[in-house]
């Protein structure tokens, strides 16, 4: 049996005892219906096949319709992957850019990964962190290197939100992620005029119990995210060792019902593109998508779409179903007008060129990110942003885009987007139902388009470049005068009133007003 140490120190009887304990079966049954998870993986693949030769008026129609904010039938978004015709590709293309717009309008959200712990007890054929690769120099963060990692992305970059990265180990179990959560939340530093902290913690980690999101939820957590990497059973089996606690199907596909159990309903689904059919994996992102709408009345508040990428000392020979850049763009597209009211992630795995042909599309990218554990602290040691210090032994895969965030908001306002650091939503209670309402009816749009311009100027005053902030006060006076002119519309007089107090607050030095 091998007895291993926490961080702190302390002895805990051994690794293999405390993954006996994480899986709760019935915390999986009560969910099953006849035995049985929401994939069926024949009725999903007969779905595919039945709508595979489907006319442009059908595909039209169901683009119309798309159009009222609702999840998408299963036969329509099977018709819809199946389209191979670009022109008609085009078409879905446009679609999902007037659903962002309705949506979401022109608003970007940036945030950064931090990683915080490189230990893993499980043997994803695809990851780097995965145990047995030798490969891979181990660490997880103390609270004193995870407060240095805060003090670079809050003060030194300028994030305010981030999403916090575990391998499945008992060193950053429950309590070590609670920990760490506080850790960040507690930065707050003197910069330029403003203040540089951290204002939504998002969590990416393995399926925990009920018992154990609980703490999640009471330590502030924004959103939980876990991706199910393949709704595919079978080659979910072949990539995940089944004597691992990620080989357990049914404890992932339901950590996010789990989740919603316990307080927390802001929830992320995700597909690992590469490993299965894409067309099977986007039918089953929206079945998810519809189990939790049915449970709990409320479906994903993200969705992410990241696609495989070279990890160290990994082999990628196995992978049967790579997706090219074509396919790639338009599953982005079919989940936008399929489970359109989600954010949409994509992420710096992808290439500058990639992310912008999609920026119309998606609502959230990350930005200067780094994936080696402690590569933050380390890029900056000198007091400069060393742009290709990844610490790539520590990594999990490889990036991308390694830009800046000023410089990603550059390009961002000079095509016309607005960078929005509001994490207004879950401080002010508009989580889960009541966002999704918001959302659906258009109203969150009007929330979301203050606190864009104040949180905007907010970040110009604060970090921008001389250069990005002339660029990016072109974006807030045209946003500005776009508000005015929904007086009284969209907007009350005296909202808009406030509005502008706020904003010219903001100017003069008060930092964190929203609505
Ligand atoms: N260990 C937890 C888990 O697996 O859920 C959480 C963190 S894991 C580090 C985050 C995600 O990284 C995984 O869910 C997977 O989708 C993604 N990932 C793993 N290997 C990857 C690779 N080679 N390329 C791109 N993404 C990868
Ligand atoms: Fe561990 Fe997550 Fe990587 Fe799998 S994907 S090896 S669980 S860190």
């Known amino acids: 049996m091998d007895t291993i140490k926490t961080c702190s120190g302390e002895k805990i009887s051994s690794v293999s005892d405390w993954v006996k304990n994480q899986i709760k079966q019935e915390e999986i049954d009560k969910y099953l219906e006849n035995g049985h998870d929401f994939i069926d993986d024949a009725k999903i693949k007969q779905t595919l096949q039945d709508n595979q030769k489907v006319s442009k008026e059908r595909i039209r129609g169901i683009l119309e319709k798309a159009h009222e904010i609702n999840l998408m039938d299963d036969a329509d978004v099977a018709a819809l992957v199946n389209v191979k015709d670009p022109d008609l590709r085009q078409e879905v293309f446009q679609a999902a850019e007037e659903i962002k717009k309705q949506v979401y309008d022109n608003r970007i959200v940036t945030f950064a990964p931090l990683y915080l712990s490189s230990k893993c007890v499980n043997g994803c054929r695809y990851c780097g962190f995965r145990e047995d690769n030798g490969m891979q120099v181990r660490r997880v963060l103390s609270q004193a290197e995870v407060e240095a990692e805060t003090h670079v992305l809050a003060s030194k970059i300028g994030h305010k939100r981030l999403v916090i990265v575990f391998g499945e180990h008992p060193d950053s179990a429950v309590d070590y992620i609670a920990d760490t959560m506080k850790t960040v939340y507690s930065v707050h530093d003197k910069v330029r005029n403003g203040v540089g902290e951290i204002r939504r913690v998002n969590v990416n980690a393995a399926p925990m119990s009920i018992s154990d999101m609980k703490k999640l939820y009471n330590s502030g957590i924004g959103t939980f995210q876990v991706f199910q990497e ?24 339901y950590s996010l ?107 959230q990218r990350d930005a200067d990110s780094r994936l080696g554990i402690g590569a933050y602290s380390e890029a900056f040691k000198d007091g400069k942003n060393g742009q290709d210090e990844q610490l790539i032994d520590r990594a999990q895969f490889e990036l991308g885009d390694t830009r800046s965030l000023d410089a990603i908001i550059r390009e961002l306002a000079e095509t016309g987007h607005i960078v929005s650091f509001c994490t207004a939503g879950y401080r002010c209670g508009r989580t889960g139902k009541k966002i999704m309402g918001l959302l659906k009816s258009g109203q969150e749009g009007c929330f979301c388009k203050l606190n864009a311009v104040l949180t905007f100027q907010e970040w110009l005053e604060d970090f921008a470049s001389e250069e990005t902030k002339r660029i990016g006060m072109e974006i807030i006076n045209k946003e500005i005068n776009e508000i005015k002119n929904r007086v009284p519309k969209d907007f009350s007089q005296p909202i808009f009133d406030s509005f502008i107090k706020s904003y010219d607050n903001i100017c003069k030095g008060h930092r964190d007003l929203y609505f």
């Open 257 to 363: 019902h789990r989740a919603m159990e316990a307080g927390i309903d802001d929830v992320a689904i995700g597909t690992l593109f590469g490993l299965a059919d894409w067309r099977f994996d986007v039918m089953g992102m929206v079945a998810h998508a519809r189990d939790l709408e049915k449970r709990f009345g409320l479906g994903p508040h993200t969705i992410s779409v990241p696609r495989l990428e070279p990890a160290i000392g990994t082999d990628f020979s196995f992978i049967k179903n790579w997706v090219n850049d074509e396919d790639f763009r338009y599953i982005v597209a079919v989940l936008r007008v399929a489970i359109p009211y989600a954010g949409l992630i994509v992420t710096n795995r992808e290439k500058p060129e990639m992310i912008k042909s999609l920026i119309d599309i998606i609502t």
């Open 230 to 253: 393949t709704y595919d059973h079978e080659i979910y089996r072949q990539m995940h060792p089944a004597n691992t606690l990620k080989g357990n199907y049914g404890w992932r596909l």
